[in-house]
Nanobody
Framework: QVQLVESGGTSVQAGRSLILSCAAS????????MGWFRQAPEKEREGVAI???????YLSDAAKGRFTIARDNGKAILYLQMNDLKPEDTGMYYC??????????????????????RGQGTQVTVSS
């Protein structure tokens, strides 16, 4: 059983930085494709970042240049470093995971919202 627990969300002012963490557990979780997606009120879910076991990061256009995704396979933790936060980054951020044998290349952040496993989310609020 895969379990994902996010933490690190809070309220910050625009321009500040924030690091989200996702503690993962479950058999073979370290081989899974993992990523982050977010959802703002009354908006669709949006894939933000994705990373496979190879450690190569892929970011959405909205995240490029400001966000970084990283994973510590030893500790089974996924991170999302967010810099220069903007009010439009406000939303619930979710960690998600998917078996690599079901997805193929782990490269498209747009797939993350549909991953098989997700956490409960952590709220990020950015004020101007």
């Amino acid at each position: 059983q895969v379990q994902l627990v996010e933490s690190g969300g809070t309220s910050v002012q625009a321009g500040r930085s924030l690091i989200l963490s996702c503690a993962a557990s479950g058999e073979e979780i370290r081989t899974y494709c993992m990523g982050w997606f977010r959802q703002a009120p009354e908006k669709e879910r949006e894939g933000v970042a994705i990373m496979g076991v190879d450690g190569v990061p892929y970011l959405s256009d909205a995240a490029k240049g400001r966000f970084t995704i990283a994973r510590d396979n030893g500790k089974a933790i996924l991170y999302l470093q967010m810099n220069d936060l903007k009010p439009e980054d406000t939303g619930m951020y979710y960690c998600a995971a998917h078996p690599p044998w079901l997805i193929g290349p782990c490269r498209n952040p747009g797939l993350v919202p549909d991953f098989d496993y997700r956490g409960q989310g952590t709220q990020v609020t950015v004020s101007s």
